[in-house]
């Protein structure tokens, strides 16, 4: 296991272009949302950053922490928490100032019966937000699921392509959107909103999943044959280092990988690595959730992590019984009911 946490470490660690770019964000940075998938090893790679640069800045994370651990993990490694629930007006007036937001907050898998729940999640509360950090500058988390599904030959949807989310929670975080523009052209808050899909990691993702279902001899539906995917660590330095890239009116920028990724190629390079051989179900529809990231790319470089390495270290740490979140992407779902 030491062994895992080496390569974890290793991949998670803040590059020289981040460090650079802290000299340039000032004031603290506040995380909303901290304790879901993304958020703490976000909020590290800050502390971390910040660290190595020699520079004096709080990294504070607020979530429900609903997992004490993670909290006390957080405060172990140097970050600043509070544990709030973020519709509660009390608790978001007693928040500290900070200016630099990165707004994680939202809710996605659950959906389906808790419609209500979702869009107070997603629409309501992007404007109790914004009005408590009207002074700040603002990274908010979005998704390519604002897009409508695109031809797998097209090369993915860029910024100015015109939204069409297919079900409520699409709807709902493209009403984050709309929310967080209205304020940010109100109060001239400095704004990017952060369109991601999909993020992977050692512990979830897509590559986890197709992964496992290799391993395990499950079948692996071939419907949504293509997807976009970068690596965790590539997204958060991103996210962090988008403080210096918000504007008025908000800018909107995709982030992702640069390939279109084929989800039989992907289950037939694991089979190789693992022995295995992929079963497969369905056939390939012509069109997917698919994001071009060039804008990303010509601002941050191409992502560290390559899709090799990222197939590689997925099954180590699967070989090597690495800890895992049972948090599944749903990337194969076309009606947007999560």
Known sequence: MSDLEALERELLRPSDALITDLYDIEGDIILLG??????????????????????????????RFSDPQTQAELEADGIETYAADLLNE?????????????????????????EAFTWAMNAYLPGRVAERYKNSRIVAFSTGNVYPFAPVTSGGLTEDHPTGPVG????SCLGRERIFQYFSDKYQIPTLLYRLNYAVDFKYGILLE?????????????????????????????????????????????????????????????????NKEPIFINEVQPTALLSNASEAHRLFGYPRVTLRQMID?????LQGGGKTHNKPTHFQERDGKF
């Open 210 to 274: 197709v992964a496992k279902a290799v391993n395990e001899g499950r079948a692996i539906d071939l419907t949504t044959g293509n997807v976009n995917v970068i690596w965790q660590g590539d997204a958060n330095e991103i996210a962090i280092r988008a403080l210096k890239h918000t504007s008025v009116p908000a800018k909107i920028l995709n982030v992702t990988g640069p390939e279109t990724v084929s989800i039989k190629w992907l289950a037939e390079q694991f089979g190789v690595l693992l």
């Open 90 to 114: 009390d608790h978001l007036a007693a928040l500290p100032d900070a200016a630099n937001v990165l707004y994680l907050a939202g809710n996605k898998f659950g959906t389906t019966g808790k």
């Open 168 to 171: 409520e929670y699409g709807q």
């Open 34 to 63: 901290v304790g879901g998938k993304m958020g703490p090893s976000m909020a590290r790679l800050a502390k971390q950053a910040v660290d190595q640069a020699g520079i004096k800045k709080r990294i504070i994370g607020v979530s």
């Open 313 to 317: 270290v997925t099954v180590t740490w």
